[in-house]
């Protein structure tokens, strides 16, 4: 009896072990062990999820090296492209095509809020590599904004281009005040069916029908906080969570919305906060005006900025935000994590909820933006 016990035991354990394998091939980074919701284990950890999140479930698009792994620090040590599942739309980023010169992988979560709504959504969800120049570390409000940010617009060594939105570029309205209100883009020349085009590598973070003003439109979330709206779309553009490039095509130009003839009305804006498009780009010919754009208060027009917006409600509310978490490593301190991040110790605490005398569990993912 007992030989049949330990026999039993043996073929439970070894299935156990190629399950594990199959995981482990599959998902060779999740290390974690699996335990059943009615596990003593199971509830011991929900016990700690007060403090940090779960780490979520990545999944690996490719076959990755997995040499020189240990615990905890396996992610900056391999090559991978890893992808986050988020709801019907697939958002993924290829973390390697980022900044090859930094290595410490973060999860991206953005979020926006809806017309109508104060509430934010999550919209998008990848994975990056960490640099506290893509992350705006300040959650800007356009009036206040002291502190100036570098922004990179295109890197063509890196691949990263422009491109202009139309085929022909030509200005009919300004950025401005407009009868008493803010016109927070410019204007530009097309026929209905002309296409429209991203002007830099992206993420579509918006695509709506706005009946009474942009008619239809579409955002673009680029590095760094940097987004761009292309509004009365003949048609519904480019699907939220699709992945563009410069000069990729994200809709058909039109009239749709609070328009009298086809026209783009094309924004700039960094957090939500419309700013002169003139503050990037050359009008004619249509180029930048640089790789580069450095933002202070001043690259907003503060008293524009105080009139209501000519889009109403959709055009105030166009607003998104940014968190960033990473992994806690084994044998981490707050200490460790905020030298490695660039966030203060009291910072890290806020975000996280946390009292002096939490403790930091390895695998867990703590928040950091
Ligand atoms: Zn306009």
Known sequence: MRLITYIFGCILLLSGFSLKAQERNLFKKKTEIEVKSNSQLFQEKNKKKDELDELPPLQFRNETESIGVTAGSEMQERKFEPIKVLNASISNFDTTSIDEGENLIVEIEEEAAPEGTEDFVSVASYFAIWDTKIIDPYDIDAKEFDEPVDIELYNTAAGRNWAAPLEIVKQTSPFGPRWGRLHAGVDLDLETGYPVFSVFDGIVRVSHYDRSGYGNYVLVRHYNGFETLYAHLASPGAEPGTLVKAGDQIGVGGSTGRSTGSHLHFETRYEGNPMNPKNVYNFSPFEPVS???????????????????????????????????????????????????????????????MKSSSVIRAGRRIRIH
């Open 291 to 353: 790789d580069h754009i450095i933002l202070t208060a001043r690259s907003f027009d503060i008293r524009s900025l105080s009139l209501k917006n000519e889009y109403g409600a959709v055009g105030d509310k166009v607003r998104s935000r940014t968190k960033a978490w990473t992994k806690v490593r084994q044998g981490d301190t707050l200490g460790a994590i905020a030298r490695r991040t660039g966030v203060s110790i009291a910072k890290l605490k806020k975000l996280n909820g």
